[in-house]
């Protein structure tokens, strides 16, 4: 079965500085991975995904991802990070030809000013 | 505007009175969730539906029903619900050919807001 582990549960970055936020898959086949925010009162909304080939994602919001396979990870980044951006920020895993995706516990992202 | 609605955004129950929280999808989706947030948790399937007239349990199902009689509406009921079942819940949709080309992007409601006292 897969399941996705977010080691952060908590992050606080000043406004202007970067962003990383971690994740963790455990998935037997090739993963389709996604990164989903969801801010305060909303649903969620897909930032970017990734089925195949460049391991470089580009999302909205001038967000980043990277899959490496070797370590099981995609993590998110943002070069320089805006108050807007304060939110819980899910990763998720799914596979192909299946609609079952499984979450992580999400990360909470605060802003500072 | 294509999107999920669900109804009602917030609600506070007591245990054991019988409630329906509403999923309505304007996007032809064959594929409909339920799940809900706690936290530390994420999010945790409880039902879903492959199309009209298939249901199937998630990870949690245990305490809710569903019912899929329509292509665009999945409500989840509660027949008696208990404070265990305090917790935010998000329909989401997604459409089968999506999924078959391997682009299974879950569309999601605002999420409702469950307290059961």
């Known amino acids: 079965a897969q399941s996705v582990t977010q080691p952060d549960i908590h992050i606080t970055v000043s406004e202007g500085a970067s962003l990383e936020l971690r994740c963790n898959y455990s998935?037997?086949?090739?993963?389709?991975l996604f990164w989903y925010v969801q801010s305060p009162g909303q649903g969620l909304q897909l930032l970017l995904k990734y089925f195949s080939g460049d391991t470089l994602v580009q999302g909205i919001k001038g967000f980043e991802a990277e899959f490496k396979r070797s370590q099981s990870s995609f993590n998110l980044r943002k070069p320089s990070v805006h108050w807007s951006d304060a939110a819980e920020y899910f990763c998720a895993v799914g596979a192909s030809n299946d609609y079952k995706l499984s979450f992580g516990a999400g990360t909470t992202v605060t802003v500072r000013a | 505007e294509a999107q999920v609605t669900q109804n009602p955004r917030y609600l506070i129950t007591v245990t054991g009175k019988k409630l329906t929280v509403t999923c309505s999808q304007n996007m032809n989706h064959e594929y409909m969730s339920w799940y809900r947030q706690d936290p530390g948790l994420g999010l945790r399937q409880i039902y879903y539906?492959?199309?009209?007239?298939?249901?199937d349990k998630g990870d949690v199902p245990e305490g809710y029903k569903v019912s899929r009689k329509e292509k665009r509406n999945f409500p989840l009921i509660l027949e008696s619900p208990s404070p265990n079942q305090t917790s935010l819940y998000f329909c989401?949709?997604?459409?089968?050919?999506?999924?078959?080309?391997?682009?299974?992007?879950?569309?999601f409601g605002a999420g409702s807001r469950l307290t059961v006292l």
């Open positions: 989401a949709s997604s459409s089968r050919l999506a999924v078959r080309s391997g682009a299974n992007v879950l569309t």
């Open positions: 539906s492959m199309n009209v007239e298939v249901t």
């Open positions: 998935y037997g086949a090739t993963p389709y």
